[in-house]
């Protein structure tokens, strides 16, 4: 799966700055921290090669959350090593055409007095693996709909839009 991921997502990138059709990306932010955002987030801060910055996003207090104690210190050594962000207790609340609005869900953002300030995150690529009990954020602009789905192109991108579709064959 991932390796048709991987080449998927390369021939993308080759072919952008080949024909200078896409923009080359600065920054990718991936969200959900579960074992498929872990090993995508390594995978392409390996394919970046240092061009572009790999955020990881997790709304609850750790990466791997279903995953043993190792299992989570050894994914978080091979996302320190690639230089990939992780950012825990961060629920994404929308997704706009270059950037992200984040809102902390920690104790502290939780009992304080006053909601803290949502943060924005500029991102190139927004590439979205949070699991199946999710409220979606809202997606501004609105990407184009053909009977109640989005629409995509034989590459599986969002016709007119950085966003990636990976799935299962």
């Known amino acids: 799966f991932f390796f048709q991921a991987e080449d998927g997502i390369r021939d993308h990138c080759v072919t952008g700055v080949q024909t200078c059709a896409l923009p080359i990306l600065q920054r990718l932010a991936v969200v959900g921290a579960g074992a498929t955002g872990v090993e995508l987030a390594c995978k392409l801060a390996d394919l970046a090669a240092g061009s572009a910055v790999v955020e990881l996003i997790e709304q609850g207090p750790q990466l791997l959350p279903q995953g043993r104690a190792f299992n989570r210190e050894q994914a978080a050594l091979a996302l320190r090593r690639r230089d990939v962000r992780l950012r825990t207790h961060t629920a994404v609340v929308a997704v706009e055409a270059d950037r992200l609005r984040l809102r902390r869900t920690d104790a502290a953002a939780t009992h304080a007095a006053t909601p803290l300030p949502e943060e924005e995150l500029a991102a190139d690529g927004v590439i979205w693996t949070a699991g199946l009990a999710f409220r979606p954020p809202a997606i501004t602009p609105a990407p184009p709909?053909?009977?109640?789905?989005?629409?995509?192109?034989?590459?599986?991108?969002?016709?007119?839009?950085?966003?990636?579709?990976?799935?299962?064959?």
């Open 145 to 169: 709909l053909d009977r109640k789905s989005t629409r995509l192109n034989s590459s599986h991108t969002v016709i007119s839009y950085a966003v990636f579709c990976l799935k299962k064959k």
